[in-house]
């Protein structure tokens, strides 16, 4: 009698160990849940506009999925100390800040562990332009790649080779993978020559020709052209993705349709997803 007593006794105790370390488990996974917050201002491209209204969809879908909070503003004065700290991953969906203090307010919070996610448009400065050249740090040391020189024409799909199959950003990704349309930058760096960024993502030769034109200069035939880096002194990854194809032939006479999604590839989604968990749980 003694001894069932016993085993009774001990399968009550492991019973509340079991229930202890379930619940132990539980506030883990409740305690990686990260904030994220996309800046954006969408007033003038309208595939960037696409895009933004498409990322600020998406996102927050996929932190319902993936235990994260989405925010998104596009008022720019944001970007400073206080309102940065209630948040783990900044995203930059379609442009840059411009004043000086909102840069600083953000150099200082990437210097102090902050983590950043950057798309297409973000990484553009060309002299003269609305975007000019005039923000070293960023575009020089930060993102490595400098001025923006050309880009594709029409936005059209590409075929991405990985070039680090070992990085959190393209874990479980084949190889490579077709991108959603996009039209695709060239930059004034050679990235592969700056020791601190590891390109991740690259447009694989089996693209060319990549881009239809008009203009011949506007249709790459060859070439070696990063889409995905990051920089090993930050926590960051850029994404030269997020432009829609639109109806441009007929955008007087129409709403500006838009004909692409961004989102529409699972294995461009995957990585993005991919990037995102990466920065938001240290």
Same mark, same amino acid.
């Given at each position: ?26 506030? !883990? ?8 917050? +996309?800046? /954006? ?23 319902? &999925? /993936?235990?994260? $909070? ?17 948040? !783990? ?5 379609? $442009? ?17 562990? +902050?983590?950043?996610? %950057? ?24 993102? +490595?790649? %400098?001025? /923006? ?7 059209? @799909? ?27 930058? &060239? ?18 030769? @089996?693209?060319?020709?990549? %881009? ?10 060859? +070439? ?13 990854? /850029? ?18 349709? $838009?004909?692409?999604? $961004? ?20």
């Amino acid at each position: 009698m003694r001894l069932r007593f016993l085993n009774i006794k001990r399968l009550f105790f492991s019973g509340l160990l079991c229930i202890s370390f379930a619940c132990n488990a539980n506030a !883990q996974t409740n305690s990686s849940n990260f904030k994220v917050i +996309g800046f /954006y201002t969408a007033k003038s491209d309208p595939a960037h506009i696409s895009f933004v209204h498409e990322a600020n969809k998406w996102f927050p879908h996929m932190g319902e &999925r /993936y235990n994260f $909070t989405y925010d998104s503003t596009d008022d720019w004065n944001n970007l400073n100390a206080a309102f940065l700290s209630h948040y !783990q991953v900044v995203i930059f969906l379609d $442009t840059r800040p411009e004043d000086s203090l909102q840069r600083l307010a953000f150099q200082n919070y990437m210097e102090n562990g +902050g983590a950043w996610m %950057g798309f297409h448009f973000s990484a553009f400065a060309l002299t003269p332009s609305d975007y000019p050249m005039n923000w070293h740090w960023y575009h020089d040391q930060f993102l +490595g790649s %400098g001025s /923006y020189v050309s880009n594709t024409w029409r936005p059209t @799909s590409a075929i991405l080779r990985v070039e680090d199959e070992l990085h959190p950003v393209t874990k479980d990704l084949p190889s490579t993978f077709k991108s959603a349309p996009n039209e695709w930058y &060239r930059w004034e760096n050679d990235l592969r020559k700056n020791p601190d960024i590891n390109i991740l993502v690259s447009i694989d030769s @089996s693209s060319f020709p990549l %881009g239809t034109g008009p203009k011949q200069s506007e249709i790459w035939h060859s +070439g070696y052209y990063p889409v995905v880096w990051t920089n090993r002194n930050y926590r960051m990854v /850029y994404f030269n993705i997020g432009h829609n194809d639109m109806d441009y032939e007929h955008k007087y006479d129409s709403t500006n349709k $838009t004909l692409s999604s $961004t989102f529409s590839s699972k294995w461009q989604n995957k990585m993005i997803i991919n990037a995102l968990l990466w920065l938001g749980r240290k």
